[in-house]
């Protein structure tokens, strides 16, 4: 029997998926703990799972989950301007606060969710196994395959390629400061950088 940990991202439908891949474990006499925002906790310790906060100490409890309710009523701008500060907010609330929650939860691997690009250095830098889930379609960035978030059908044409490729290039862009962090924490635990989020995945 494997003690076990979880991070995925905190909407509905990445935690009700891992709930589920939890059950299965749980099945099998591993033991699984969930790690993560405060407004998850009752549903899964309702579920008959540990559960560990990951919100930052500095704000009040339940401001990441209002936060994350606020994102669905605002414009896609603005969206996407507050989930950029949310992400911000929870991956160094994570990456500060995670080894010390893994070693009191006795962790002996991490099950980790594609979209969260932090958790698996926190495995990474205790040593321990683990394994990226992808909830939806995958997100690994291949010149050859269109971005998961157009409609662009496969194509090996030169335009395409070139296309992906833009589209990519953008993506990292708009995801460098979220490299910046981890590979902040990940040069205070002696691991090589990331050089792009790709290399989150395991």
């Given at each position: 029997m494997a003690q076990l940990g979880v991070f995925c991202l905190p909407m509905a439908s990445h935690v009700n998926l891992f709930l589920a891949l939890a059950r299965e474990l749980a099945g099998r006499g591993h033991r699984v703990a969930f790690f993560g925002i405060s407004d998850n906790e009752p549903k899964i310790r309702a579920s008959?799972?540990?559960f560990y906060s990951t919100e930052p100490d500095q704000l009040a409890a339940g401001t990441l989950g209002k936060m994350m309710r606020e994102m669905g009523e605002l414009?896609?701008?603005d969206a996407l301007r507050m989930h950029g500060r949310f992400d911000?907010?929870?991956?160094e609330a994570i990456l500060e606060k995670g080894p010390k929650l893994l070693e009191r939860a006795g962790v002996e691997g991490l099950i980790v969710d594609q979209a969260e690009p932090c958790s698996?250095?926190?495995a990474e830098a205790a040593g321990m196994p683990w394994v990226t889930v992808a909830n939806g379609l995958a997100m690994?960035?291949?010149p050859g395959v269109p971005p998961l978030f157009t409609?662009?059908?496969y194509s090996e044409s030169a335009i395409?390629?070139?296309r992906n490729r833009l589209v990519y290039a953008a993506?990292?862009?708009a995801t460098r400061p979220i490299e910046n962090l981890i590979n902040r924490y990940r040069t205070r635990w002696g691991l090589e950088p990331l050089t792009r989020i790709d290399d989150s995945f395991s």
């Amino acid at each position: 029997m494997a003690q076990l940990g979880v991070f995925c991202l905190p909407m509905a439908s990445h935690v009700n998926l891992f709930l589920a891949l939890a059950r299965e474990l749980a099945g099998r006499g591993h033991r699984v703990a969930f790690f993560g925002i405060s407004d998850n906790e009752p549903k899964i310790r309702a579920s008959g799972f540990e559960f560990y906060s990951t919100e930052p100490d500095q704000l009040a409890a339940g401001t990441l989950g209002k936060m994350m309710r606020e994102m669905g009523e605002l414009a896609s701008l603005d969206a996407l301007r507050m989930h950029g500060r949310f992400d911000e907010l929870r991956y160094e609330a994570i990456l500060e606060k995670g080894p010390k929650l893994l070693e009191r939860a006795g962790v002996e691997g991490l099950i980790v969710d594609q979209a969260e690009p932090c958790s698996g250095s926190l495995a990474e830098a205790a040593g321990m196994p683990w394994v990226t889930v992808a909830n939806g379609l995958a997100m690994n960035s291949e010149p050859g395959v269109p971005p998961l978030f157009t409609s662009w059908g496969y194509s090996e044409s030169a335009i395409a390629v070139s296309r992906n490729r833009l589209v990519y290039a953008a993506m990292k862009a708009a995801t460098r400061p979220i490299e910046n962090l981890i590979n902040r924490y990940r040069t205070r635990w002696g691991l090589e950088p990331l050089t792009r989020i790709d290399d989150s995945f395991s």
